[in-house]
């Protein structure tokens, strides 16, 4: 088996959906209501997810600016799913 990290590198990067699960969880944790249908609303019906869409998603939250720092430092390329 011989992994092509250029292709798993630009599946990730063009896929920013796989990381609506971490987000979810860490806005659940910090109380906020509906994360799962503020995340659906997000990437429902969309083939593509960009950073960019992330970003844009993070700096609309009415939350605290320490927790957007801790949002914005998962990527698909960090994030294990644990």
Do not use: C
Not at 21 to 38: F, H, K
Not at 42 to 60: A, C, E, P, S, V
């Amino acid at each position: 088996l011989t992994l092509n990290k250029e292709i798993i590198t630009s599946d990730l990067e063009n896929n920013w959906a796989v990381v609506a699960e971490a987000y979810q969880t860490i806005l659940r944790r910090e109380g906020i209501e509906n994360p799962y249908e503020l995340l659906k609303d997000l990437t429902r019906g969309k083939t593509t997810i960009t950073q960019n869409d992330m970003i844009t998603f993070i700096d609309r939250l009415e939350v605290d600016e320490a927790l957007k720092v801790e949002l914005r430092e998962i990527t698909p390329h960090n994030y294990t799913g644990i």
